[in-house]
Each structure stands twice: as C-alpha cells, then as structure tokens.
C-alpha cells in the first residue's frame, strides 16, 4: 500500500476558464481567476494504491489479494493479467473546507470545474508513477460505477475500500451508504495492462458523455458486459 500525498498542480487556466465557458475578457474572469488562485493555495490531491495478484475465480469473478469481485466485464479484462493496481484518487478533502458559499451556484459550478481538473492531476500523476515505477508501457482503468452500469456495479466500491484498508482515511477519501464518495471529485478502481484505452468508455453506451475519451466498443460490450453466452 502506497499514498501519493505531495502530487503537483498543473492548473491551466485557460483551458479551465474554457471548460466553464467563462470568456476571459468577461466580468466573471476576475472572480474565477481567483476562485483558481484559492486552489492552488489550498488544493491538495492524493492517491493511493496497492498492487494486487489477480484470482480468476469463476465466469464473471475474480479475487484481487482474496477479495472478491462479481463483474463479467472486469473478469474478462483481468484474464491474463498477473497483477493490477486497486486505487483511489481525490481532488482532496481541502478543497471542500474552500468551497464557494452554497447559495452561489454559479461560483459552485466553477469550484466544481477546478476540483475535477484537481482530480485529474491525481489520475495523470498516479498513472505516471505505475508507469515509472514498475515499467508498465500500457495501462487502462475500470471503476465500479463507471460507464454502464451492468459493467461494474457501484455496490462494489465497498470491497474496493476494503482491499485497501486504511488507505482510503490517509488521503481524506470516505464511502458513503450509497456508495459514493466524500469528496465527490474521487474516484476508485483498478489500473490493468492493456493495449488500449479506457476501457471504461469503450463499455459505455452514452452518447453525450463529456468525459468521453473513447468510442463505444460493441464487439467489446459483447464479449465482456453482455448478457453471458
């Protein structure tokens, strides 16, 4: 088990005042700007993760250091896989002690903005250092939750804390009744070797998705989410 604690910001102001269709030359680019300024004082996003030998455990489980996990979709992915990473990465819980009042829904949509960007700092940072680290050329991530919901069942974020024990509490990240997660801005899931991206996405039926980051795979949705053969 390892916690990533000190990761970077990389706060690309343009391209955030763009995401919340924020013109730069408008009266509301002063506030944002500052709403900016403010997380890269106080944001602090973290990861954390542990490495997993992997336990084919029947058609649609597998066992991730004994832990089990009921997902066609992942089962199929982990086929021939020796090890992932199980992990979590946050915005951060001190971007909440930050946040906008909450009658200010325009400034909350942009903290909104700016604590994803901050959770994509941890994603791309964590990646980095899987790669780095153990010499993975390729990797790609599922999540419970993630995609369609037949794929990975959110309920299962409860055995993904699990498997990583006190980890999820040393970077401020909690599971809520629903199986969401406190900060919102946190995600969870396995890192895996693959020759392509995004797996979730590829298993993922929305068509208006923004975070979209690859087509919809349905030879792949057919062999691995699919009602089984």
Do not use: N
């Not at 980095?128 to 790609?140: F, V």
């Not at 999540?143 to 804390?161: C, K, M, N, T, Y």
């Not at 899931?189 to 980051?213: E, I, K, N, T, W």
């Amino acid at each position: 088990m390892e916690a990533l604690l000190d990761i970077p910001l990389d706060l690309d102001e343009a391209a955030l005042m763009a995401a919340a269709h924020v013109p730069p030359d408008s009266e509301d680019a002063q506030d944002f700007r500052q709403l900016v300024a403010t997380a890269r004082q106080v944001g602090r996003p973290k990861a954390v993760y542990r490495e997993c030998r992997v336990e084919v455990a029947g058609p649609e489980t597998v066992r991730l250091e004994g832990v089990p996990f009921t997902s066609r979709a992942l089962r199929v992915q982990l086929e021939a896989a020796e090890r992932v990473f199980a992990f979590i990465a946050t915005c951060g819980r001190e971007m909440e002690t930050a946040a906008p009042p909450a009658g200010d829904f325009l400034a909350g949509f942009w903290w909104d903005t700016i604590q994803a960007a901050l959770l994509g700092c941890a994603g791309r940072y964590l990646a980095e250092h899987l790669s780095g680290r153990y010499g993975l050329a390729h990797t790609a991530t599922l999540s419970p939750g993630a995609g369609d919901a037949a794929v990975w069942p959110i309920r299962q974020q409860r055995e993904l804390f699990r498997l990583l024990g006190e980890g999820s509490a040393r970077i401020g990240v909690a599971l809520a009744d629903s199986f969401l997660m406190l900060p919102r801005k946190s995600v969870s899931g396995v890192h895996f070797p693959s020759g392509a991206d995004c797996a979730a996405c590829r298993l993922c039926h929305r068509v208006d998705c923004p975070s979209r980051r690859a087509p919809f795979d349905p030879a792949l949705w057919e062999a691995s989410a699919g009602p089984a053969g």
